[in-house]
């Protein structure tokens, strides 16, 4: 099952962008990942909030497939533990599923066009996180799936 | 009101090393912020796990005063939005508290002693985090507390 991860804003500070290749890399030794970047958009000085997150709802409906599974990070979504999150991928994957894209939106949230299209929302936490560490907690979380999936000693109960 | 970080084993990766900097430095405007790493402990492979967390639950205790207060990041804490941690965090200045201890403990969790010490317990997370990757989401919610207590443009509800 290819795992795609699409992130709007591009990863700016250095640590973020380290951690992030740090996990990346960790993670091709179990699936099939492909992390894609939606650029800031430009000139948002005069756009509302609802025009910014239509503009990057197309944005990210242009980077998913008519048969993906969409799951957006969300804060009004499902919250698991790590462990439900493995049984999860693995049922996901049981089930013949191609492709599953996680996205993580803009600091506004989702457009009414993203819902729609969403399968699931998952929320990591109760609390906020900042879009650029939400990406690489998502990674971990991925990796620590993988490799409770896998037995290995990373993760412990 | 001073904010004591209590973390078991050190950072090492460079990029958590990194953001925990970028962190403390941007806390620091706003509170007397100190961080205490407690080195690992040594010569592990032939201790159990109840060992390990009592000896790591000593040296945790001895960077604790008397009056301070302590809270644990556990598991089975209480969650909080991040408003709400903004909230905790105002309520316990305006009790005069002088000094709160936030502690993260090692890969097996606090000794029973640790638990009899402490306060309150909060947790990040249903999600089990890696315990470098905790002190980060700490302190990045701390600073989206104090950023939220100051009406700062940081954190969008």
Redo the contacts between chains.
Sequence with gaps: MKIKCILCSKTN????V??MK?YEKKLKNYCSIEVIEIPDLKNTKNMDQKTIKTKEGELILSKIAPNEKVVLLDDKGK????LQ?SNYILQNQNQSLKSIAFVVGG??GFSDEVYKRANEKMS???????HQ?VR??FL??LY?AYSILNNEPY??E
Tied chains: 1, 2.
Excluded: D, G, P
Aim: aromatic share 20%; charged share 20%.
């Design positions: 500070e250095n640590h973020w380290e951690a740090f919250e698991f533990t790590s999150f600091a506004y990591l936490s109760k609390l906020t996180f900042s560490m690489v907690v971990e979380q620590r993760h412990h």
